[in-house]
């Protein structure tokens, strides 16, 4: 009885050990990961407050975040859904992307209070 539950044991862990999601053939760094989701947060809001400017140039923030790095949908997709898997990198890429996020509003809100005139 043993034996069995040591077999099934270690089948179960050895089960485990496999990637449920396969590595992409270019797996992009955590920083570069990183970036690629900073720069797709900045341009997709900005594209939603100023639709006018963005289809004067012909240019999609996803067009344009793949041209930047060198990338195409499918390796974006692969890459995602990879960290995805990765919950403890995913996490890490997204709370990097948040901590930006808010240091750039801050930035900015202190550039709005010195531009306004008492």
């Known amino acids: 009885m ?6 099934f044991g270690v089948l ?4 485990c050990a ?7 053939d270019r ?3 955590l920083q570069e990961m990183e970036d690629v989701v900073f720069d797709l947060s900045v341009l997709n809001t900005a594209a939603k407050v100023d639709k006018a ?3 004067n140039v012909s240019i999609t923030p996803l067009s344009y975040v793949y041209k930047k790095y060198e990338i195409d949908s499918l390796t974006y997709a692969q ?3 990879y960290f995805a898997s990765r919950p403890l990198d995913y996490e890490y890429i997204y709370r990097r ?3 930006k996020l808010q240091a750039l509003k801050v930035a ?4 709005a209070e010195i531009e306004i005139p008492n």
Request: charged letters at 25%; zero cysteines.
């Open 18 to 24: 496999n990637e449920v999601v396969p590595r992409p």
């Open 97 to 99: 992307v948040e901590k």
């Open 108 to 111: 900015h809100n202190k550039k």
């Open 79 to 81: 890459n995602d859904l």
């Open 12 to 15: 179960g862990f050895w089960s």
């Open 2 to 7: 043993r034996i069995i539950i040591l077999i």
């Open 53 to 55: 400017s963005f289809e």
């Open 27 to 29: 797996v992009l760094s």
